[in-house]
């Protein structure tokens, strides 16, 4: 009898911990970052930009749909951002309250329309976005067409 009670419990052990034990070994997928939407996301000083992505009809010019989070809940940020290679199709600046979201380019939030962006829809566009004494990050925005119904009140 107590040899079976023995049995059971190393058999239950054994159950349990080969149908739970490669939680123990493999890392949690849910705990890796990534960019869910179409847009791709970077972080530069207190700011966080997520999102981002241009919408284009002719590859000329562009509306850029972003949001940029401040982190610091104390001062407001001003985020550089300059387009096309080295920086060479232009420049926009966009001031963030401190701890607060700005959107831009959506169906409700102001566009910040991009001259001169010279990306074929489907193509990426060279973008740096660099705010405060932090370091800049040279992001690759993916640059969409009004072809998918929830675009084409963006294409500017």
Do not use: W
């Amino acid at each position: 009898m107590k040899s079976r009670l023995i049995a059971s419990i190393v058999l239950g052990t054994a159950v349990v911990l080969g149908t739970t034990g490669c939680n123990m070994l493999a890392p949690q997928a849910t705990t890796y970052e990534y960019d869910p939407g179409d847009g791709v996301s970077a972080h530069t000083g207190s700011i966080k930009v997520l999102n981002a992505f241009v919408v284009s009809e002719d590859g000329k010019n562009g509306n850029l749909v972003v949001a940029f989070s401040n982190e610091d809940p104390e001062a407001p940020a001003t985020v550089n951002i300059e387009f096309g290679e080295n920086g060479k199709g232009g420049q926009a600046t966009v001031r963030v309250p401190a701890g607060e979201l700005v959107s831009l380019g959506g169906d409700e939030e102001a566009p910040l329309l991009l001259k001169g962006i010279n990306s074929k829809p489907g193509t990426l566009l060279p973008m740096y976005f660099q705010s405060g004494d932090g370091e800049g990050e040279l992001t690759m925005v993916p640059v969409l067409d009004g072809t998918l119904s929830y675009y084409k009140d963006l294409v500017p």
